[in-house]
């Protein structure tokens, strides 16, 4: 029995400070297995790969961890040390370099050498064979730009590969991805079982553990709670264990009275601003009432965040069409016009657009409002405090306080701060493209509960959202996106799933 487990972590725990991330985990892992890993954000998963990729060396840490029978030390070059071990991490934000090909993103930072030189023919020729070993299907001489999401996946896959990896940490890999790449990346995992690859499976997506998963570990408030064969679980098993409690529904019933028109977009064009001659807006028309929630369905490359960016002032050229906000047409320029009107935006992608990660939580709320703290040329900091430290409070942020940096937080807890700061702006109209992105089902049902909470208020909210479900339980309307056009606004009530994708894919107007 012992030789089918590669990986054995004994009662390790691990302490930052004024908090404990993990408390007395134990796990052992099966070889050539994938071994799924769920919990609430800040139930200690990401804390836990960390300690096993090296990002926390060896003494950082109490417990034991054996690798293929042995105690795993990784010490001083802790990081490379893993990957040497032959355990490898991809993280749900990409690390590739985009200008760079295939060949070169795997094998940056060990090129092939031949007399000073980089043997480009065998780098390529390496490549290949990788690529074809584990049955991904991506041109070695691809610029990785060029790249759809999915195969972007597939480069991040074999890049950790090809380290002669034994233990292989997908942390969110489905995140971005669509129907058709999640499939694709099921298969790829099932090449990688047959091939003796290892897997640690990590997502919010509590289906996917039943298409990938051999067995379900479940971490909650940094401890083992249960780790199962996975056909002895159902969904609403591995909520129970996640929380804590029963959730009899995933999306809180609200009291919303939507009201009046106050916003529209008719026969909305609008141009890529890199490339002119693109459009990505192809006259889109739809309108908002008083305390509604609008849901925008559609595929990938439908042109939803192109939309709420437009709207916003911050992507496409506008080429015609209007924007109406109350009766008046609006001039929407960037931003601070948006804002100016009463429009904010919580961005699709939280790191990259709606945070600064080094600063702490006070200054990411207090960024999108320096002005009503301005005095004499400077901050008033006890102002920006009190209204940070009232947001916060609001939206139940877990943090030791507001000095805190946000890098330090769980996705969940990143996403309140994101929120908290546009909301402390007092909006008319919140956009909120994907707000549960990566969120536990906790964190989502705690962010529904407010949704509804600022709709009953009369805040209208335009939700983009890539899960049907939740586009179907959470809006009023649903306006369904197709190739840059508005393909038609369904009532929640009369709503489906089929007759969302019907449309969305244009076999339905």
Sequence with gaps: MADDIILDIRNVTKKFPGVVALSDVSIQIQRGKVHGLCGENGAGKSTLMKILSGVYPYGSYEGTILYENRELKLEDRSIRQAIEEGIAIVYQELTLVPSMTVGENIFLGKEPMENGVINWDK???????????????????????????????????????????????????TSALSEAEITKLVEILATLKELGVTCIYI???LEEFFRVADTVTILRDGKTVITRPTHELNQEQLVRHMVGREMKERFPQGNRQPGEVIFKVENLVASDPNEPSRKVLNGVSFDLRKGEILGIAGLMGSGRTELVATVFGEYGNITAGTISMNGRPLNIKNARDAMANGISLVPEDRKGQGLV??????????????DRFAAFFRIDQDAELAAATQQSKNLAVKASNLQARVDSLSG???????????????????????PTRGIDVGAKFEIYKLMNELAEKGVSIIMISSELEEVIGMSDRIMVMHHGRSGGTLETQGATQEKIMAIATGIEA
Excluded: F
């Design 123 to 173: 780098l390529y020729a390496e490549t290949r064979q990788l690529l074809e070993k584990y049955k991904l299907d991506v041109p070695p001489n691809a610029v990785v730009k060029n790249l759809g999401v999915g195969k972007m996946q597939m480069v991040e896959i074999a890049k950790a590969l090809s380290e002669n990896a034994r233990i292989l940490i997908l942390d969110e890999p």
């Design 203 to 205: 997502t919010h997506k």
């Design 357 to 370: 990660l080094i600063q702490p939580i006070l200054r990411n709320i207090s960024l999108a409002n320096l």
């Design 412 to 434: 969940g807890n990143q996403q309140k701060v994101v929120i908290a700061k546009w909301l402390l702006t007092d909006p008319q109209i919140l956009i909120m493209d994907d």
